[in-house]
């Protein structure tokens, strides 16, 4: 992340009393009591301000219910405006808070100057991000359920699942479309995996392709039982219940690798799913991250170390609660830290707002003492578990207290009375199984491969060009063969996305491999509009369409002639220039000998690379190019090379392995004594063939 001072994006400037980063629990309701503290103080609302990547709070207790189709999106979220009446409200991502200079740097959007605001006070209520980077494949594969539109595009995903087993025949890729797999056992984990269970169950019955046996949920955790901050009893009655309703709990199991079709565990167990969701992996905020790698705030592993009035420690009038903030815990243990949870970054809000108040006036700040009142979650089918006051709940009555206790919590009447109308026609109408689901384009993906894994098959139609970015692709024939391997910084599929008939061959990964995907819609508009992005893949597809070629090409050669060591049929009279040799001596060559690429050796004869005339004469172009410049400079091709003691037949196999048309063939030393041409060696075989004509004639005469 840049320091605002070395942009060049104009910025605007605003100065406020206090500026709250953050729009979720705690932000928000620091925000509601703040203008009431102000006003108190001798401020105006207006003089602070509230940040927020969203315009609106999400009430993320109620998610799973979206994903599930029991409550519509837009009932869970509040706008921030109106839940904060009189604060300035700025929706942009926070991309540098400087402490020292009291100043925090806003990206407000791409068409907009970024904002600069300059504070007295600072809140620091980012809360946390999700970061799945320690799990191989997981960012790529798997939904998240951090705010409304994870929840939307889960909700889409299992319809669309539903959808295209109703219309699969074979039972294999029908099971791995119903299969879903959560992974956490959490809260957030426990109330999704109960609510896509609750949703198969009454969706499938309006599907004839799909029956109550072909679906599957499966809860990956990682603990001997779920729901850890819970007693054991209702933690292990919440397992039992929702086992007999068909869930499948894998306990004591961590996730080691995600593809687009399996679920790799730690204990060797594979998965075929093709919908992972992840309600793991938090981690702090991207800006409240940099700003404890500065050493800029006090610090426990990225969550800023706090006072119990939620100063932080050690500095004037900066502030932090929620997720991104270690507090101590009074009302616990000594020495304990409050749990990052909603009801907690709620009223740390609440107080933070009342401490800066009593901070503007002179007065002594108080201490955060809230005490847990007790825990709920949701399993599904009008069931759920509570811990409240020390009291334990479960079955439908917990239920009863979930819905009463979260609606009380859940911001403005308005939504209230939606929320209570969903729940209503939830009791009597099925959900709605509508497939909403915007389409848009999704330009740069990363696919991660497990060995062995099939990325595409010969055949295939071509969607996207591929990156490797770590490990190697194989690309192999029907008969098993390796054709060629693409290792990382290489790209392939260029010739089937360019030219259309599908694939050539089959792509494995060999070891775990990391891919880059850009789809089609974008480089196709390159293609055909950039001459210079036209002629790097030019280049390519011509390589991928000489493999074939080339390897339909040997069937047409005789067998003495490919039995035959390759310097019988070599050419010795090559066009070489050395790698000392300048620009002057090169172009002098170039019009001695009119060829397409010129073989490079050192000092010694041995072979260093080919140098093409494109590559030269983009060289050329530079400013610091001149006729005395080295040789050495260009960047250089490489042809497939041969000892000379190979046969024809090994020759024409390194051909076909690169996709070229020659072959260089060097001795034992690796010093370059001749090349081998496809053509030349067809030319050899056509005046074998004539000779074999001509001789009866002569023999007549």
Known sequence: MSDPA??????????????????????????????????????????????????????????????GASIAPRHVISPIRQLCKGLSVYRGIVEHIDLEKKEVHVDTGHYSADVIIEFNHVVLALGAEIDLSRVPGMPEHAFLMQNVGDAMVLRSTIISRIEEANAEHRPEIKRRLLTFVVVGGGYSGVETAGEILDMLKETVEFYRGVSADDYKVILVHSRDRILQTLTEDLGNYAGAKLADRGLELRLNERVRAVTATKVYLNSGDEIETATVVSTVGNAPNSAIRSLCARDAVPHERNWISGEATLKVKGLENVWAAGDCASIPYLAGEEGGRCPQTAQ???????????????????????????????????????????????????GFIAWFMWRTIYLSKLPRLDRKLR?????????????????????????????????????????????????????????????????????????????????????????????????????????????????????????????????????????????????????????????????????????????????????????????????????????????????????????????????????????????????????LVTDNEQKLVGIVAVLDLLGQQAEKALAAQSAPALAKA
């Open 6 to 67: 070395q942009r060049a994006t104009p910025v605007s400037r605003i100065k406020k009393e206090v500026v709250i980063l953050g729009g979720g629990f705690a932000g928000v309701f620091c925000g509601q009591k703040l203008a009431k503290e102000l006003k108190k103080s001798g401020y105006r609302p207006e003089d602070a301000a509230i940040v927020s990547n969203q315009n609106y709070m999400v009430f993320q207790p109620m998610l799973a219910e979206v994903a």
């Open 344 to 394: 907690f970054a709620m009223r740390q809000g609440i107080l933070l707002a009342q401490n800066i108040g009593r901070s503007l006036r002179g007065e002594e700040l108080k201490p955060f003492t809230f005490k847990n009142l007790g825990e709920l979650a949701s399993i599904g089918h009008h069931t759920a578990v509570a811990s409240i006051m020390g009291m334990q709940f479960s």
């Open 419 to 663: 929320v209570v109308l969903d729940w209503t026609l939830d009791l009597f109408f099925p959900r709605d199984i509508n497939l909403l689901n915007p389409s848009y384009t999704e330009v740069l993906q990363e696919v991660h491969l497990e060995p062995d894994d099939i990325l595409f098959n010969s055949g295939e139609p071509a969607f996207s060009l591929y990156v490797v970015k770590l490990g190697q692709i194989d690309l192999v024939d029907k008969e098993g063969r390796i054709v060629r391997s693409i290792e990382a910084g290489d790209f392939f599929g260029e010739r089937a996305l360019v030219h259309g008939g599908g694939y050539l061959y089959n792509a494995v990964a060999r070891g775990a491999t990391e891919l880059v995907a850009l789809t089609g819609d974008v480089v196709l508009p390159f293609f055909h509009t950039s001459r210079r992005f036209k002629r790097v893949l030019a280049k390519t597809t011509a390589q991928s369409s000489a493999e074939a070629e080339v390897d339909a090409i040997v069937g047409k050669l005789d067998a003495e002639l490919l039995a035959k060591p390759v310097d019988e049929v070599m050419r010795t009279d090559l066009a070489v220039l050395k790698k000392t040799d300048t620009l002057a001596c090169a172009l002098t060559m170039f019009q001695k000998r009119r060829f397409s690429s010129y073989p490079l050796v050192d000092e010694h004869g041995k072979l260093n690379g080919v140098l093409s005339r494109e590559d030269f004469f983009d060289y050329l172009k530079k400013d610091e190019a001149t006729l005395e410049s080295s040789l050495e400079d260009i960047s250089l091709m490489h042809l497939p090379v041969c000892f000379d003691t190979a046969s024809v037949s090994e020759a024409l196999e390194c051909m076909v392995r690169s996709g070229r048309y020659k072959c």
